[in-house]
Every structure is written in structure tokens, then in C-alpha cells.
């Protein structure tokens, strides 16, 4: 009696946690680190286990344009950072030597002014993707990103994928929701087949997964209503394109922000 007891008691407990992970509340149960593999990009690793990329980058101390390399252990939630954080040794300050003194000279041999300074040497430009989408508020107006009846809402409460999913013919185009940069395009991440990742702003990213081909690269810069990809069945039993919108690496629901139809 008291084994079942305890093991009843165990269950809930799992569930309890499992309800935590999926619900408002951001209670963290991913792994301390994970070790970077080819093809991963940094907006790749966050949509996984649905981080805001901005907060990852914030935690390895990785700065625009957010690179990334193969073999690179990440650290994948706040508690674990923050212990890493406070075992580091304290840095010892440098001790600054006392300057020189300097011989007094007499005005005869005082050397002469220089007639003009030596110019400073200019620093190299460095060009980086991240100007290429603006920090602001959320697209002012979205577009539906491919022909089709909606055959799976979004839900909260299910496992999973955060989206819909549009039923489709293979091929047929599947365009860029709103104006942004492709962060991501490649098939590294399980169950979506082939996929591209947009970045519209800081704050909002969108998904368009089991594409047949990808007519776009990372790094490529995309305006609202180009096509990217050619819908298909790659991930998935039936052609259909499943779409995601994530705000601060949030999923939310698409169809509050598509127009009516």
C-alpha cells in the first residue's frame, strides 16, 4: 500500500512539472549545457527548447552577430549560469607601474616640437548581419505565408510544436509572413524536416517548417509576401506547412495575428 502510495505520488509530481514547463510560468528544466554541432545556429539551439535567443546569447556572453562553433558548450538556463558565474576566481587587478621620471632640460637642448602629430590609425569596419533588422515593435501587418485550410490550431496545452498547420499541395509557394532575416535554413532540427527561421525584430521570430526546398540562406534579408520556400512533406505524412510565431522565444498563437480570412 505505501509503495503505491509512493509511487502515485511520484507521477504527480512529473506531471506537476510538466504542467510548470508548458504553462506561463518560466520554470527551466533543460539541460546545464549543450555542446554545439554543425549546422546549429544560435537561433537554431533557442527554438529547440523555445529560449529567446537574447537570453542565451546573455548567458555565454555571446555578442551580436551571435557566431557560434562546433564543439562549443553552451550554458542553457539562468541557475546554471549564475553558478558558473560565481565559481569563477576573482580577476586580481594589475598593478600600474609608476611612470618614469622625466631628466629636467635645459632650453638649449629641449628638443624641438614636433610639427604635427602622428595621426591616430583608424579602426577597420567591421560588418555584421545585425543591422539588418531593426529593434521594434512587432510587424505592423502579417501575411498569410501559404495557401490553405488550417488543419491543426495552436494549443498550449499540447507537447510539441507551437503552431498551426496549413494543408497544401507539394510545391505549392510558401512565402515570408513579414520583412526580415533568415537566421536559419537547413533541416538540423528534428521533426520539422526542412525549415527556415525569420527574424522580424528583437523580440519576434517566425517558422515555416516541411518545406520540399529552401529558396532562401541564412543571412539572406526577405520582405513580406517573397516566396522562400516550396511547401512539401518533409518531417510529416501528408503535405502541409506548419507555421510558428515566437515572441521572446515564446510560441503564440499565428491566427491572432493573421488576418481574417
Given at each position: ?13 512529473l ?17 546545464d ?8 545556429t ?80 583608424t ?53 515570408a ?55 512539401g512533406?518533409?518531417?510529416?505524412d ?17 491566427l ?6
Open positions: 500500500m505505501r509503495r503505491a502510495v509512493r509511487i502515485a505520488v511520484f507521477m504527480f509530481t506531471l506537476l512539472l510538466a504542467g510548470c514547463s508548458t504553462g506561463g510560468s518560466r520554470t527551466f528544466l533543460y539541460p549545457h549543450y555542446t554545439v554541432r554543425r549546422g546549429d544560435l537561433y537554431s539551439i533557442a527554438w529547440r527548447f523555445k529560449l529567446d535567443h537574447k537570453e542565451l546569447a546573455q548567458w555565454n556572453h555571446i555578442g551580436p552577430p551571435y557566431t557560434i562553433y562546433p564543439g562549443q558548450r553552451l550554458v542553457m538556463n539562468p541557475m546554471q549560469a549564475q553558478a558558473e558565474r560565481s565559481s569563477r576566481p576573482a580577476a586580481t587587478p594589475t598593478p600600474i607601474p609608476a611612470p618614469a621620471s622625466t631628466p629636467r632640460t635645459s632650453p638649449a637642448t629641449k628638443p624641438p616640437t614636433q610639427a604635427a602629430s602622428t595621426p591616430s590609425p579602426k577597420p569596419t567591421v560588418t555584421t548581419t545585425t543591422g539588418k533588422v531593426a529593434a521594434a515593435a512587432p510587424p505592423s501587418r502579417w501575411l498569410w505565408p501559404t495557401d490553405g485550410e488550417v488543419i491543426r490550431k495552436f494549443s498550449q496545452d499540447t507537447a510539441g510544436k507551437k503552431g498551426i498547420a496549413i494543408g497544401g499541395r507539394k510545391g505549392q509557394p510558401v512565402v509572413a513579414a520583412g526580415g532575416e533568415v537566421v536559419y535554413s537547413g533541416s538540423g532540427l528534428l521533426g520539422y524536416g526542412q525549415l527556415i527561421i525569420i527574424n522580424h525584430n528583437k523580440n519576434y521570430l517566425s517558422a515555416y517548417a516541411h518545406n520540399s526546398s529552401l529558396l532562401v540562406k541564412e543571412g539572406d534579408v526577405v520582405e513580406a509576401g517573397q516566396q522562400i520556400a516550396k511547401l512533406d518533409t518531417g510529416t501528408r503535405a502541409m506547412l506548419h507555421f510558428e510565431i515566437r515572441h521572446n522565444g515564446r510560441p503564440v498563437d499565428p491572432k495575428h493573421l488576418p481574417a480570412r
